[in-house]
């Protein structure tokens, strides 16, 4: 899929210090530079790609968006700090279900040096608002694995609420299968959350 057929099915979504733009084939070099900021393909709580993963990887996405099903995200800094231009992670929609008016944010992953800064705040924000404001939807879920406290506080920080744990809910690379948390933000819960994440990024 090339850079004009991607723009068609997917935006940029530009903030002040990061840039969600549309996964491209030819990422896979500066993706798999992210990821080894860190080794996060060795990872065994998510799925990060590595040099032996990358193509595979990109290739389902970019199926996905085909489908309609998925809208995947490069997520570039774009503020002061020394990374500013650089790739430094991966999100995306998916599970887009247009009929019923929901989606789930996940796939994301954060270069070492890029977490605990405003990058996930930020990116989250932009996904959230596209969501609600521009896709009009009532119902955006996120999903992560049981064991991974890290993931579950930073979803429970931008306003989310956890509904349950959903058992075997997948069976992770080295077999283990896993129980995973769901946690949702619907339309109702959308104009406080926002104003709560204006008011953190503000704060920056």
């Known amino acids: 899929m090339n850079e004009i057929s991607a723009e068609s099915m997917q935006p940029t979504l530009t903030g002040s ?7 491209r084939e030819d990422h896979a070099q500066a993706l798999v530079g992210a990821a080894a900021d860190g080794q996060l393909w060795n990872l065994k709580l998510t799925v990060v790609p590595g040099p032996a993963s990358i193509d595979a990887y990109i290739a389902r996405a970019l199926a996905g968006r085909a489908a309609g099903t ?55 924000y932009l996904l959230l608002r596209h969501a609600f404001d521009v896709m009009q939807c009532v119902r955006v879920q996120f999903t992560t694995d049981e064991l991974n406290d890290k993931s ?8 989310a609420k ?35 994440l204006e008011a953190k990024l503000a704060a920056r």
Not at 85 to 90: H, L, T
Request: proline letters at 4%; a positive charge.
């Open 17 to 23: 210090s990061v840039e969600l733009q549309p996964l």
């Open 152 to 159: 579950r506080a930073a979803i429970l920080r931008i306003g």
């Open 70 to 124: 998925v809208m995947p995200f490069v997520i570039v800094r774009r503020d002061e700090s020394a990374q500013s231009g650089r790739i430094v992670g991966s999100t995306r929609f998916w599970k887009i279900d247009r009929a019923n008016r929901k989606l789930e944010i996940g796939h994301t992953w954060l270069a070492e040096s890029a977490q605990r800064s405003t990058v996930n705040t930020e990116a989250k």
């Open 162 to 196: 956890q509904e349950g744990v959903v058992r075997h809910e997948r069976i992770m690379p080295d077999g283990r299968k896993r129980n995973s948390v769901r946690f949702s933000i619907i339309d109702d819960e959308w104009p406080a959350v926002k104003a709560m």
